[in-house]
């Protein structure tokens, strides 16, 4: 009886030891959620989170959200079954993901953002963003100068309801409105999205074929434009964007475009798994809660430089 009484407890103390690997296997979950991997950017944020998360020992789940705040939130349920350490997310919406992110924070779950913030504090545990303002500002002089200081241009805005898409925008604005010879003809949003903005511009120059210049919000409608103005044998008009994209990298090389701005996605997304691993670690980032990396600028001189959102 007594061999068969320690043969018992022998067994219960492996199937406890078996609990706690599943246990630890689930709690070394990193889960990395942006609105797209299909899109250079938001592809190579995920492909950046991912890399460093492995490299400190996670498991990783990528999703995207397709910026619907809907699927963001069933997003944010399926990391909270799994268990996951921590969430790395390029949200749908700064209003709107507020309590998606409130969600995972009641369930113990830490939520590192990137690229995009929130309308709100102390919810989530970082929030690493690029400096729109500043980057928009370089984007702006470089499409100044491109323009010649004057003539009419067309801006192409992002999705409305992404705070960087208005921190842009005026961030051009601050620098093209001391042009009294620059004159914006054009102001429509493209949503972010190149066919969008491929139709808008093929709009644009039959009510206003005279313009000389595009500024975008972001590379994938700067990319729109520039197939627009081919398809009209336009290439007399100045094209800046705002990401830092191979794609335009490559059109600034072959002169189709003047200038990008090159946010760090890249790093933006490992420094957040870094963070999330401290912070996992031992119970505090060590940082504010708001961080913002300047961005910049990428002309002809550099061009050969960039790779991936990052300057090599």
Not at 63 to 82: P, V
Not at 206 to 218: D, F, M, S, W
Request: with cysteine; glycine share 8%; aromatic share 6%.
């Amino acid at each position: 009886m007594k061999r068969l009484r320690e043969m018992g407890l022998m067994a219960l103390a492996l199937v406890a030891l078996a609990g706690c690997g599943h246990d630890a296997k689930q709690a070394r979950l990193m889960v990395i959620i942006t609105p797209s991997l299909d899109n250079p950017f938001f592809g190579q944020e995920a492909a950046g989170a991912e890399a460093k998360a492995r490299e400190l020992g996670y498991q990783t789940l990528k999703f995207s959200h397709g910026d619907d705040a809907f699927k963001q939130s069933e997003l944010i349920d399926t990391a909270i079954a799994r268990n996951a350490s921590a969430i790395i997310l390029d949200n749908a919406g700064a209003q709107s993901s507020v309590a998606a992110v409130q969600k995972a924070r009641n369930s113990g779950i830490p939520v590192f953002l990137i690229d995009r913030e929130i309308a709100a504090r102390g919810i989530a545990t970082a929030q690493i963003v690029s400096n729109n303002y500043q980057g928009a500002m370089l984007g702006a002089q470089a499409f100044a100068q491109a323009m010649g200081e004057k003539g009419p241009y067309v801006e192409l805005v992002g999705k409305e309801s992404d705070t960087n898409a208005a921190i842009r925008s005026k961030g051009f604005h601050e620098v093209l409105d001391q042009y009294p010879d620059l004159r914006m003809t054009a102001r429509q949003s493209a949503n972010w999205s190149q066919s969008e903005a491929f139709t808008k511009v093929q709009s644009i120059l039959q009510a206003h074929p005279e313009i000389k210049g595009v500024i975008a919000g972001n590379d994938t409608m700067a990319m729109g434009a520039i197939a627009a103005l081919q398809g009209a044998g336009r290439g007399d008009v100045a094209v800046v964007g705002f990401d830092g994209s191979n794609d335009v990298r490559d059109a600034i090389s072959g002169g189709k475009a003047a200038a990008t701005v090159l946010q760090p996605a890249w790093r933006q997304a490992q420094y957040a798994v870094e963070l999330a691993d401290k912070y996992l670690r031992e119970g505090k980032t060590g940082q504010a809660e708001k961080l913002i990396m300047d961005c910049l600028l990428i002309t002809r001189a550099n061009a050969a430089r960039l790779s991936n959102f990052a300057l090599k």
